[in-house]
């Protein structure tokens, strides 16, 4: 029983820990994410002012410069905030991204291990089991987990949703007490973070109405109906206020892509392409859909739980695909409770083999966990591929870590410090949490430091314009101490000096006779990042193979300069 419970523990915690590290290796975030982790930060910083209101909200949130396409809820933003601050007084600010992200991926993994934990209750030890392998060995969900995108607010509601629709033997009276707060749960998604969970409502809806007895429109109704009016009032009135204006997010945004249409300028896919190309990518093991689903679909003793997550899930693909413009995030709510009709597929054929001999149950085991480590190689392959995904981010914590060390050598107390960064930067990973030490930060309009702890601290008041005729003048750049740049012929002046280049992802390099096409990088530019280590593993590897190698190749993403002065320019300080 000890060993047991060690290994269901063990398999618990599995989830968080992959998370977590999947978080540790990838810190950076891209241009999906950034405006709730800008706002998450603006939050935490600037806090919420209830005089003077406008002002002092345009003077020094980022989404008043820059709103994107279409305005976002704060209510996950100031969630993670309040929750995170504590902790982030204690730890320090240095660390402040990582920490609010590290609560949504935990948030999100307590939602996975709620639906293990009701598939333990709802089918047995051994179904729970197959279901946390199957997860965990999936790259997606476990690497967006703690990605601050809408998506991921609303997916551990959604989870949570699914976890509670799991049939409970022991209490089947209770079926309509679970249903309840499990469509709220939609609804809150649906009307705050994501408006296509009101498609998986709808649909989750339909499928309990015919299978499960007793449920009718009076008993959902009125439930749905208080779901919606508190949701309301969760976003509309915090929104109002965030945006200064009259807003609920979600409907502006349905009517801005769904009505105008006006998503379909990021990209179209075709009708198929949830069914054929994202949902086998998110499952990654293509013995979930090849076999495992079929199996279990077709077993009467596990049918209609089978049914209860295919039918309302894959009928919420199939509307959702009429939508031109498709992204894989967009459907990752389906992927627990499809894991979950795989994982009873795996049991099945697991309990089965046993019983048809040694030799059968030898061969089903070892292709079912065979098929399952394949899937952790390939997910941590794509995991290491991933984090080389964000020179923006490395660019600009060596930037930081330079001008912080400099600075202490030099015995300043704080400093404010003028960067440009240009649109690849900002979209691979430079963010305001990496522009300040010390818990400080600069009001833009002043460009002073507001510094909430004692020490050493550096703020960049960090630029992000992108309008080509500024761009173009050699006066625009006067302003700025370093920049951070795809192109350095874009840098007007002849005042800059290259003081380091970041490597991205470049694509698979395949080197069969030691001379593969490199992108050079002159001798006295140094190499940041892990482009480094990715260097020197190459390194190793051809030493050893005779020149051979088959890997990631890095190319020259992100420059960073620094201006030429003959007289060093005082900086503007503050001690606060």
Known sequence: MKLISVLDWGLYLLIPTLILLHLFIAPYTKVEESFNIQATHDVLVYGTPLQNAYHRLSQTYDHFTFPGAVPRTFVGPVVLAGLGQPIVN???FDHAQTIVRGMLGLANAAAILLFARNCRRAHGRSAARW???LQASQFHVIFYASRPLPNMFAFGLTTTAAALLLPNPQSPELVHRRHRPAISLLVMA???FRSEVALLLFTTIFHLLFVVPSTSLERIIPHFIVAVIVSLIMTV???SYFWQKPLWPELWGFYFNAVQGNSSEWGTSPWWYYFFSAIPRLLVNPLTWGLMIPVAWKQPAVRPAVKGLLVPNLLFVAIYSLQPHKEARFIFYVVPPLTGAAALGADWMARRSIKAGKTAAVLTWGILLGSIAVSFVASTGMLLISSLNYP???A??????????EGAASSSSSAVVPVHADVLSCMTGVTLFGTATGYASAVPS???????SPGNSVVFTLDKTENESLLAREEFWKRFDYVLAEDTTKVKGDDWETVGVVKGYGGIEVSMNGHAEEDKVPEDVTVIGKGVSIERWRNRVKAIAGGKWVGPRMVPRIYILRRIKDTKRARETVDV
Request: net charge positive.
């Open 131 to 133: 279901y946390l392998l």
């Open 90 to 92: 204690l730890i320090g």
């Open 190 to 192: 649906g009307v705050i």
């Open 396 to 405: 600009l914590a060596y930037l930081r870590d330079t001008v912080q060390a």
């Open 446 to 452: 002043k460009g002073k430091i507001v510094r909430k």
């Open 237 to 239: 009135p915090l929104d």
């Open 392 to 394: 923006g981010g490395e």
